[in-house]
Structure formats: C-alpha cells, structure tokens
C-alpha cells in the first residue's frame, strides 16, 4: 500500500508502521513536499506544447501537482494553471480523467469558480472551448484597455489569471509598437 501526502506532510512526522502485535504492516510513503513540482509541471507542459503524448504517469503527476504547495494559494493558483494545460490536450478522454481527478483530489481547497471552470471545460467540445476562449479573450482585452483590474476581468470573464496577465503583456508590448 502507498499514502501520498500532501505538501503539508515532510518525512519523519509520520509512522509508516502498524505494529499490532501477530501482524506488521508497512506503508510506502510518498510526500509530495519533496517533488519537484515546478520542474514536473514544465516537462508536462513542454510535451504538451510540441504536441507529444503525455503518459498515465505524467498524468498523476498532473492531478497531484496542485497539492504539492503548502499555502492555500499556491495550490489555488496550481489548480487553474492544470486546468488550462489539460485544455491543450488533443485527447479529450485524458481531458476528462484529469479534470474530475483534479475535482476529487482538490476537494478541499478548490475554489467554487474553479469548479465551475472544469464543469464547463468538461461540457464542452475542444471547438466550443475555443471559440469561447477566444471571445472571452477578446472581451478581456477590451476590459483591460477600459482600465479594469486583473481581479474584475477574471471575475467577469471566466479566464484565468494566468491569462489575463498574459493578456495584459500582450496589450503593453502592442502599445510599444
């Protein structure tokens, strides 16, 4: 058996031993507070940008990815970034199963417009998520230009953080020109 613990969880704060005596049972501990996650994180979105196949493991590694930070934030802020990287994927049955997994396994931090996101990624087709993202896009980028905040265009837009900034790069280097 193995017990994956959350970042929350370093090595030596807990017993992988049951010793009842007639019967000793050992657990295979894996902490996630020793992952590297961002280096993870950039192979799995490497291969996804050159369009590579990602394997089951690079999927678990996924799902897990937003539990391996400490801070309520963090693992907020890895949640839509997992959210966005599996919209890129070209197998929507991968789409699916990393979506719901990262619906179970981010229970307890996921945010109530995050939910909402995958719900509505995971009733979508691949064409309609685009079409909506880049008209969310386009709403966005209006927005900003009107002087809303980062904050307001999430809200009201339905796109990431991420992509708002992003989105507010693009806007500065188009005015630079």
Known sequence: MIVIYTADVVRGTTNPEIDMNS?????????????????????????????????????MQLIVYPLA??????????????????KGLK???KVVFILKCLMVFSDKVI?????RH????LMMTKVECLI????????????????????????????????VIQLVEDIAKE???
Do not use: C
């Open 23 to 59: 019967l000793k049972f050992t657990i295979t501990e894996a902490f996630l507070s020793e992952l590297d996650s961002e280096k993870v994180y950039g192979t799995i979105l490497d291969k996804i940008e050159t369009g590579e196949d990602i394997s089951p493991e690079d999927m």
């Open 91 to 93: 197998d929507d049955k």
């Open 69 to 86: 930070f400490k801070d309520r934030e963090g693992k907020q802020k890895a949640i839509r970034r997992v959210i966005e990287v599996a």
């Open 111 to 115: 945010r109530q417009e995050d939910a």
């Open 175 to 177: 005015k630079e020109q």
């Open 118 to 121: 995958i719900k509505e990624v």
């Open 132 to 163: 909506y993202e880049d008209a969310a896009k386009d709403i966005a980028k209006n927005y900003l230009k009107d002087g809303d905040s980062v904050d307001n265009v999430v809200k009201n837009t339905g796109l990431s953080k991420d992509i």
